[in-house]
């Protein structure tokens, strides 16, 4: 069964800081993936996605995230953090083994202290 | 942002009663989707469409049925409201399964 892991369920950075969110994902075949972004009360914003091609892939706000195959991981990373990231993030995976159904991980949440 | 609105966006019930939210789209999506979300669990798929009439299970079916009459509109119907199903719901949609998924603002349930 496909199952998303996101180890770590909360983290706190300083502002300025650097981020990064790791995801992993067990699959059979090659996934799609996702990271989504919640604000507290809010729905879910996509942050990027990779399908194929470059496993380095950018998406918005500044974020970027990094396909490997070798490590069935896909990690979202930001290099200075502002006071406006603090949310939910999600990490999602779908393949066309499942029709593309989505797993969700259980999600991290990102505390900025100034 | 895909048009997507969820209805009510909150809702406060007893138990046993029956409950039924409301999608609708504006994008003319194929594929529609209902998801519950609750701390630890991320998002979990409840039901799913791919079609008008054409609805199938998720991971998490069991108390919800779901109906699309309408390319539109997805509803998702609670027969018998427990605490358990106390949660915030989503609905999402995509023109073909092999895309992004785009989300409603979300409907939080409470089942007292």
């Known amino acids: 069964a496909q199952s998303v892991t996101q180890p770590d369920i909360h983290i706190t950075v300083s502002e300025g800081a650097s981020l990064e969110l790791r995801c992993n994902y067990s699959?059979?075949?090659?996934?799609?993936l996702f990271w989504y972004v919640q604000s507290p009360g809010q729905g879910l914003q996509l942050l990027l996605k990779?399908?194929?091609?470059?496993?380095l892939v950018q998406g918005i706000k500044g974020f970027e995230a990094e396909f490997k195959r070798s490590q069935s991981s896909f990690n979202l990373r930001k290099p200075s953090v502002h006071w406006s990231d603090a949310a939910e993030y999600f990490c999602?995976?779908?393949?066309?083994?499942?029709?593309?159904?989505?797993?969700f991980g259980a999600g991290t949440t990102v505390t900025v202290r100034a | 942002d895909a048009g997507i609105t969820q209805s009510p966006r909150h809702k406060v019930t007893e138990t046993g009663t029956p409950v039924t939210l409301r999608c609708h789209q504006t994008?003319?999506?194929?594929?529609m989707y209902w998801y519950r979300q609750d701390p630890g669990h991320g998002l979990r798929l409840i039901h799913y469409?791919?079609?008008?009439?054409?609805?199938d299970k998720g991971e998490v079916s069991d108390g919800y049925s779901v109906s699309r009459s309408k390319t539109e509109d997805f509803l998702l119907t609670l027969e018998s409201a427990t605490s358990s199903q106390t949660s915030v719901y989503f609905c999402?949609?995509?023109?073909?399964?092999?895309?992004?998924?785009?989300f409603g603002p979300g409907t939080r349930l409470t089942v007292l």
């Open positions: 994008e003319n999506h194929r594929y």
């Open positions: 699959y059979g075949a090659t996934p799609y």
């Open positions: 999602a995976v779908g393949a066309l083994s499942n029709d593309y159904k989505l797993s």
């Open positions: 999402a949609t995509v023109p073909t399964p092999a895309d992004t998924q785009y």
């Open positions: 469409s791919y079609g008008v009439k054409d609805t």
């Open positions: 990779y399908f194929s091609g470059d496993t």
